[in-house]
């Protein structure tokens, strides 16, 4: 069972930066799909981005152009840069990766997003 470890969340003001760290127990080049989910209060989890074994991206209409992802196969950790931050941004973002036909979810990082 692959272990996820998200840090990086916090508070920041609309506009803001942050970047949030998924580090993997096992080497991240064997896993197929990396990527973030986010889940704000009252919604449903959605898919905010993901990388793929390859490098390919795939990312959120309302994410795109603000976020970036990316994997860093010696730290075996994925990152999520998001900038231009806003208050819809608001939720709790999971790290989730598949991998040899199982899935592993991160226990989750919260970011929160002032106006």
């Known amino acids: 069972q692959v272990q996820l470890v998200e840090s990086g969340g916090g508070l920041v003001q609309a506009g803001g930066s942050l970047r949030l760290s998924c580090a993997a127990s096992?080497?991240?080049?064997?896993?197929?799909?990396m990527g973030w989910y986010r889940q704000g209060p009252g919604k449903q989890r959605e898919l905010v981005a993901a990388?793929?074994?390859?490098?390919?991206?795939n990312f959120a209409d309302s994410v795109k152009g603000r976020f970036t992802i990316s994997r860093d196969n010696a730290k075996n950790t994925v990152y999520l840069q998001m900038n231009s931050l806003k208050p819809e941004d608001t939720a709790v973002y999971y790290c989730?990766?598949?991998?040899?036909?199982?899935?592993?979810w991160g226990q989750g990082t919260q970011v929160t997003v002032s106006s």
């Open positions: 990388i793929n074994s390859g490098g390919a991206t």
């Open positions: 989730h990766a598949v991998y040899s036909g199982s899935t592993a």
């Open positions: 096992i080497r991240i080049f064997s896993i197929n799909v």
